[in-house]
């Protein structure tokens, strides 16, 4: 079975500073999707990568996917206390029912 | 444009009672349907899915139970709810076939006394 692995696990950082969140993968990444969740609130869907090398933007963060497809990243730029939450990547495992596998998570936690 | 909804927001309920929380999504037709439990501290497992009115597939034995009794309708269930129960449920959605991502509700939150 294909396993997602994040990290960090949580991250505290201060408001305006960069900083990057990855999810590696067990097996190749047919599809990779970032997810953003508010403590007790559903997971709010970001962005999708499938090709290697692919990259996609959206305000101040930015979502890449490697040559291999075994790992992707997360950078946010110039954090703000919005950003703060749970990121998750979550993996097509190609099984009956296209169900996704997760990581764990990352907690982000921004300081004004 | 589509959208999902989940009932109730929160339940409190004692060990042994039933359960049935409601899933259901408007603006597009025949999607898949899932149902997530997050633990505390814990990732997204995978409960139940279903492609098709009538079709459920479990991926953990457990004493839930999951229905589709409309094409849109996604229903969770138990006979009689056990401490372990207790967590945070999520459903969720996706277009048929292929690399699509999943939507989700808001989440149900079950504390079980």
């Known amino acids: 079975s294909q396993e997602l692995e994040q990290s960090p696990q949580s991250l505290i950082v201060q408001e305006g500073k960069n900083l990057t969140i990855n999810c590696t993968s067990s097996k190749t990444l047919y599809g990779l999707y970032w997810y953003k969740q508010k403590y007790g609130e559903g997971l709010i869907f970001l962005m999708m990568l499938q090709k290697g090398g692919e990259e996609k933007s959206h305000e101040k963060i930015t979502a890449k996917l490697d040559e291999k497809k075994q790992q992707s990243s997360l950078h946010i730029t110039a954090s703000q206390p919005s950003h703060a939450g749970i990121y998750l990547c979550g993996a097509d495992t190609r099984y009956a029912g296209n169900m996704l596998t997760f990581g764990g998570g990352t907690r982000l936690m921004v300081k004004p | 444009s589509q959208t999902i909804h989940q009932w109730p927001a929160t339940l409190v309920q004692p060990v042994g009672s039933p359960l049935s929380l409601e899933c259901t999504v408007e603006?597009?037709?025949?999607?898949?349907l899932y149902w997530y439990r997050q633990a505390a501290g814990r990732g997204l497992q995978l409960l139940f899915y279903?492609?098709?009115?009538?079709?459920i597939s479990s991926e953990v034995p457990q004493n839930l139970s999951a229905s589709r009794p409309q094409d849109r309708q996604f229903i969770l269930s138990s006979k009689k709810l056990l401490l372990s129960d207790s967590g945070f449920y999520l459903c969720?959605?996706?277009?048929?076939?292929?690399?699509?991502?999943?939507?989700f509700g808001d989440g149900t939150r079950l504390s079980i006394l």
């Open positions: 279903s492609v098709g009115i009538g079709q």
């Open positions: 603006g597009t037709s025949n999607p898949n």
């Open positions: 969720a959605w996706k277009r048929g076939e292929g690399n699509q991502p999943q939507h």
